[in-house]
């Protein structure tokens, strides 16, 4: 096993976010990786913030690691040898059946002159390579150069081996808070990490630059219930807070018209209670697609009770309305100076941080550093990756139609930004350039945008040709094109697009039954069924169908089996199929078994290259020690990668169960059995959820070329 010890070598280096986006760049590549924290400054009974996030988002079974306060004691009374005993020990009680092992050093913030000292113990000890994470905080290159030197000079003394440094926060204010600008004069902060690292490589040649992190405000962003409980603020509207971040803060005490351009995607508005005037055009701004963060009322006061009927509609939207009674200049000061660091229960931040950090990171480096076991394992991070990635080299032109909601926009900004597909919307351009203008997205020079209303005549003579065996007539074939589901699906059938996503605003039944009927089944293919891919803290697995069919009969769910394991072969997961049930093997009786049994025998009979068994119960198709008993001589029981549910009734519930009571991400449903690729969102998508949508979609496209 390689172990690599983070010893941060400056104050507020931020060493929770690299070690968490060392991990994600790591994982992605397939790497088996493990984290440790063997001392904390927090005291015993609380909880650490990194540990606790370890906990939560990887259910690593991580034990309580030693207080710094125990640390010093040791220090002081047993010395250096004392202390590494002590960690040598809680070293036996971390997993080690990994390829690579993080470690957290201990902060200069909390340890002071000790850090140093207790780093290169532990790097030595644990006979773990190091690597420095420093933020320069006003240091130019060169003071940065020679303090990493005499850094490195004091590990190599102890004989560690220095694989090279991370530079965090580079470009940061010399106050890391939440930007707090009048409305007159909005402040910008602009980095310059490029020019900054420019000359490190020379500076530095003994100790390589394996990444350089710049500073993003919006990486601490809080969200506004984070605000309300930090501050005890009470709260008159909730509208979306536990979702809304906070970008920057707005305080207000000039006019309406010379405070507009503040309005912007993120904003908290910080105004006296009596200025019904601010609220009325926060609230016009939300209606308009703003997504402001909310309205902070000050100095105790409540608006006039008719305002706030007026703004209802911008509530319901989502904006928030909260009071304090200290006064506009106290409360934005201390918004601003909130505690940053990453909230234990914030997944989303703490993804978006991993993400960011893992893209400034150098993969590469840190492998030719280290020998990993060639069985790489498709992990969550590394199903996602490869996922980009292909899509990617895909190079597919993806149809949205809700080419104006406001998050599709945004998610087809980003696959231009990143190369993932290109995107095609359905929208009236004058409205997307609204919308974008309001959310503050730079629309991609090469964003297609096509107003529906300049090509629906041209889809109809198609239409009814597809449709005129089921009585369509050209009169219903233009009634049906004004639903811009229906008119994406049959650019889809005219071969102008690769695929179609759609959902986010449409119920699965828009986006499902135009495909359907324009676009069809392909050859050889009973039913269209579907499958989510379940990111598990340590693997991706699929299951199907947890979403179309509610009750198949057994020639159905051998479709579906046949269908799903080649979709998971296509996303690079190995497929070992469990058909599920209520018994396993030979243990129970029944028409529902027997239908699962029926279906295994002709999933074997039609395709026999697929590792398929069934009836199999969940616990005995998931969990080795399970399988051991009830299935021992099994091929799938306990390894299972594609898990078949008997009905929609059990997959659906199934699903939704591990989504939310495990806090597993899920992608999907991904729509398979179509001769060209259809995907449908759920409602409440969130963005990265229509990227990987989109992304899934030009993966499909490509197999459908193919075949």
Same mark, same amino acid.
């Given at each position: 096993?390689?172990r ?38 927090v ?5 650490d ?8 988002m990887f ?6 690691p030693?207080? %710094? ?12 040898d004392?202390l590494?005993?002590?960690?040598i ?17 201990v902060?200069p ?5 000790y ?7 532990l ?5 773990a390579q ?8 006003g240091?130019? @290159? ?5 303090? !990493?030197g ?6 190599e ?6 694989m090279?440094?991370i =530079?965090n ?6 106050v ?16 310059h990490?490029?020019?900054?690292v420019?000359?490190l490589?020379s500076l530095?040649?003994e ?6 992190? @710049? ?6 962003a809080?969200r506004?219930?984070?605000v309300?409980?930090s ?5 008159f ?6 979702h ?5 803060? %707005?305080?207000?005490?000039r006019?309406v018209?010379n405070?507009?351009?503040?309005l912007?995607?993120?904003? =908290?508005?910080?105004v ?5 005037d ?7 701004a ?5 997504? %402001?963060?909310?309205? =902070? ?12 009927? =007026? ?15 200290w006064?506009?200049?106290? #409360? ?10 990453l ?19 150098? #993969?590469?480096l840190?492998?030719?550093?280290i ?28 149809v ?8 599709t926009l ?5 696959c ?9 919307? !359905?929208?009236?351009?004058a409205r997307?350039q609204?919308?974008?203008?309001a959310?503050?997205l ?6 297609e945008?096509?107003?529906p209303?300049?090509i629906?005549d ?7 040709a ?6 369509l007539? @050209?009169?219903?074939?233009e ?9 994406g ?5 005219a071969?102008e ?10 119920t ?18 009973r039913?269209v ?12 697995v699929v ?9 198949p009969?057994?020639?159905?769910l051998?479709?579906?089996a046949?269908q799903?394991?080649d979709?998971?072969k ?20 029944g028409?529902d078994?027997?239908k ?5 025998r !002709?999933v074997?009979e039609?395709? @026999?290259?697929i590792v ?6 969940y616990?005995?198709a998931a969990?080795?020690d ?8 099994s ?5 299972? #990668? ?7 009734n059990t997959g659906?519930?199934t699903?939704?169960a ?13 729509l398979?059995?179509?001769?060209k690729?259809?995907n ?8 990265d ?7 899934? #979609? ?10």
């Amino acid at each position: 096993m390689n172990r690599i010890l983070l010893a941060p070598v400056s104050r507020r280096a931020g060493i929770t976010s690299v070690l968490l986006g060392v991990y994600h760049a790591l994982e992605r590549t397939g790497a088996r990786v493990g984290l440790m924290k063997p001392i904390s400054p927090v005291e015993d009974g609380n909880e650490d913030r990194t540990i606790a996030i370890v906990r939560q988002m990887f259910s690593l079974d991580h034990p309580d690691p030693i207080s %710094l306060a125990e640390a010093h004691r040791l220090l002081d009374d047993d010395g250096e040898d004392g202390l590494m005993e002590r960690v040598i020990g809680f070293q036996q009680g971390v997993d080690d059946n990994v390829d690579i092992q993080l470690i957290e050093g201990v902060a200069p913030d909390n340890a002071g002159d000790y850090a140093g000292l207790v780093n290169a113990a532990l790097a030595k000890n644990l006979g773990a390579q190091a690597i420095f994470v420093v933020a320069p905080a006003g240091e130019t @290159p060169q003071q940065l150069a020679r303090h !990493l030197g005499l850094v490195a000079r004091a590990f190599e003394k102890r004989h560690v081996s220095i694989m090279g440094c991370i =530079l965090n926060k580079v470009g940061a204010p010399e106050v890391e808070r939440l930007q707090v600008a009048s409305a007159h004069h909005p402040q910008t902060l602009q980095m310059h990490c490029d020019d900054y690292v420019e000359s490190l490589p020379s500076l530095v040649p003994e100790t390589p630059l394996i990444g350089c992190i @710049p500073w993003q405000t919006k990486l601490i962003a809080p969200r506004v219930a984070d605000v309300v409980a930090s501050l005890s603020l009470d709260v008159f509207e909730a509208g979306h807070m536990q979702h809304r971040r906070v970008k920057h803060i %707005l305080m207000v005490a000039r006019t309406v018209p010379n405070m507009l351009h503040g309005l912007e995607p993120g904003a =908290l508005v910080i105004v006296p209670g009596d200025r019904e005037d601010i609220l009325l055009a926060s609230a016009l701004a939300e209606r308009n697609g703003s997504d %402001l963060a909310g309205v =902070l009322l000050t100095g105790g006061l409540q608006p006039d009770e008719g305002v706030r009927k =007026l703004c209802a509609a911008a509530f319901d939207s989502g904006l928030a309305l909260l009071s304090t009674p200290w006064n506009t200049y106290t #409360t934005a000061n201390k918004v601003a100076r909130m505690d940053m660091g990453l909230p234990v229960n914030d997944r989303e931040r703490i993804r978006h941080t991993m993400e960011s950090v893992a893209s400034h990171v150098d #993969t590469s480096l840190l492998l030719d550093n280290i020998c990993v076991s060639p069985e790489m394992h498709l992990s969550p991070a590394a199903f996602r990756y490869r996922l980009v990635q292909q899509a990617k080299a895909a190079g597919k032109k993806i149809v949205l139609p809700e080419g104006d909601e406001p998050r599709t926009l945004e998610a087809a900004c980003i696959c231009h930004e990143k190369g993932i597909a290109k995107c095609v919307l !359905l929208a009236k351009e004058a409205r997307v350039q609204r919308l974008a203008e309001a959310r503050k997205l730079t629309l991609p020079v090469d964003l297609e945008i096509i107003d529906p209303e300049s090509i629906r005549d041209r889809y109809i003579s198609p239409m009814v040709a597809l449709r005129r065996h089921k009585g369509l007539t @050209p009169q219903m074939a233009e009634a049906q094109l004004e639903d811009n589901v229906v008119l994406g699906t049959m650019m889809l059938a005219a071969d102008e697009v690769d695929g179609l996503v759609s959902g986010a605003v449409h119920t699965t039944a828009n986006t499902v039954r135009p495909a359907l009927q324009l676009i069809k089944t392909a050859p050889g293919v009973r039913l269209v069924s579907s499958v989510f891919f379940m990111c598990l803290p340590d693997q991706v697995v699929v299951y199907g169908d947890c979403a179309i069919n509610p009750d198949p009969d057994a020639p159905a769910l051998a479709d579906i089996a046949i269908q799903s394991a080649d979709s998971a072969k296509l996303f690079g997961i190995e497929p070992r199929v469990a058909m599920l049930s209520y018994s396993t093997g030979d243990s129970g009786k029944g028409a529902d078994v027997e239908k699962v049994r029926e279906a295994t025998r !002709l999933v074997r009979e039609q395709r @026999p290259d697929i590792v398929v068994d069934g009836p199999l119960q969940y616990d005995a198709a998931a969990n080795l020690d399970v399988a051991r008993t009830k299935a021992p001589h099994s091929q799938v029981a306990g390894r299972a #990668t594609v898990f078949i549910f008997p009905d929609l009734n059990t997959g659906n519930t199934t699903y939704k169960a591990v989504q939310r009571s495990a806090g597993v991400i899920s992608i999907g449903p991904m729509l398979q059995g179509l001769k060209k690729p259809v995907n449908d969102l759920s409602r409440g998508a969130l963005v990265d959820d229509i990227v990987y949508t989109i992304a899934i #979609t030009a993966l499909q496209a490509t197999q459908k070329a193919a075949d």
